[in-house]
Structures are given as C-alpha cells and as structure tokens.
C-alpha cells in the first residue's frame, strides 16, 4: 500500500503550544496535501506541497517536506482551542493520475 | 449555499436493501470521488471519475456502483447492503492536480 501514515496518532496540548505531526509515505509522490476534519465533518484542504518545494507556509502553518525520507511535517503555531480536529495528509502519488492515498490521520486536541 | 452537498446526511438500513447516495457539487469541477470512512482507518476510495464517460474502481469498490448523470451529479449505490458497509461516506470534487473539496458526509447503519 502506498498509505501515508502520519505521526502520533493523538496529540493534546494546551492552548499556545505548538502542534508537531508527522507523515511518512512509501513511493514517489507529485504532491503532498494536508486536510483537517472536525469531528464527523468533511475534510478541509489546508496546504499542498509539491514536490520540488522544501516548505510552505500558511498563517500558523508550516509544513515541510522531505523527498529523500519520504517525510513531512505539519507545525501548528501558537494553538488555539479551534484547533481541536483530526488532521490527514494525503499523497499524489505517481502514477495516481491526481488520485489521493490519505493516512489515518493525528488527532490533535487543543485544551484551553 | 455548500459548494459539494450529499444526501441523506443520514441513514439508517437493513441487510439485503438497495440505497443510493447522491453527491452534487457547483464547483464546475470535472472529478468527483467516492470515500468511505471508518474509526481509525482514514478515507479509502471507493469510485472516481474524471469526467461523465470515465468512471474506475477506487481501492474498495466491491459491494459498490456509481452513475455519473451530469458533470455535477455522481451518485453511489450499495445494490446489497451489509453491515459491514456500516460508515462515513464522502463525496469530493477536484480539478486535476489539485486539491479535493469534501461534501459534509452521509452517515450510513446497516443493520
């Protein structure tokens, strides 16, 4: 399976903090996307990454990509308690023709 | 008005019954996807279709068909239900390359 599987499963923080989550993948990939769900809720693109692009940034978002671990990272700064959701990445793998392989997502719980 | 709609939002089943689940969207966007949800397992692809006259297999498509009406319109349907088919459907739209937009979900009991 080509799934990303992003890193920790759940995260709980307290307001203010940054967030960290992680995403490995397995193949080569055209871009990498980043979606958050709140509970029950559909997804909602946040960031996408290509994969020539090292980082990109998006208000408290950073999110980076490294190609040669076949990694990336999503940072939340200075949390808010909105925050609270579950967070996927998503890989456009080659080969895909634009379809995504999403992982099983980080849990992030911002306590006020 | 939401860009990407599904119906029913919920719906409740039983073993062996036909249900539809209807996705449309007003993003003019040429792909639509179906995905299921469960606890813990992420989205899994079910059917996609690039255009009206191109619809594939996702990952999971057995027990599943869809029927692409217009380009806004991409319906799915479990001809036998089961439980476990029991889930969180979504629809989502795109253009090529680019990112997905989710309809609310269709929340799905079989019993």
């Known amino acids: 399976s080509q799934q990303g599987e992003e890193d920790p499963q759940a995260l709980s923080i307290q307001e203010g903090e940054n967030a960290t989550m992680n995403c490995s993948y397995k193949?080569?990939?055209?871009?990498l996307q980043w979606y958050r769900q709140n509970s029950g809720r559909g997804l909602v693109h946040l960031i996408l990454i290509r994969s020539n692009e090292r980082e990109k940034h998006s208000g408290r978002l950073r999110v980076t990509l490294d190609t040669s671990k076949k990694s990336s990272s999503l940072l939340i700064t200075a949390s808010r308690a909105a925050d609270t959701a579950s967070y996927f990445c998503?890989?456009?793998?080659?080969?895909?023709?634009?379809?995504?392989?999403f992982g099983k997502g980080t849990k992030l719980s911002v306590k006020p | 008005d939401a860009d990407v709609t599904q119906t029913p939002r919920n719906r409740i089943t039983k073993t062996g019954k036909r249900i539809m689940l209807e996705c449309s969207q007003t993003?003019?966007?040429?792909?639509m996807y179906w995905y299921r949800q469960d606890p813990g397992l992420g989205l899994r692809l079910i059917y996609y279709?690039?255009?009206?006259?191109?619809?594939n297999k996702g990952e999971i498509s057995d027990g599943y068909s869809v029927s692409r009406q217009a380009q806004a319109k991409f319906s799915l349907s479990l001809e036998s239900a089961i439980p476990n088919q029991t889930a969180l459907y979504f629809c989502?739209?795109?253009?090529?390359?680019?990112?997905?937009?989710f309809g609310p979900g269709t929340r799905l009991l079989v019993l």
């Open positions: 193949t080569s990939i055209n871009n």
């Open positions: 279709s690039f255009d009206v006259k191109d619809i």
């Open positions: 989502a739209t795109s253009d090529t390359m680019k990112p997905q937009y």
């Open positions: 993003k003019g966007h040429d792909r």
């Open positions: 998503a890989t456009d793998w080659k080969g895909s023709q634009g379809n995504l392989i």
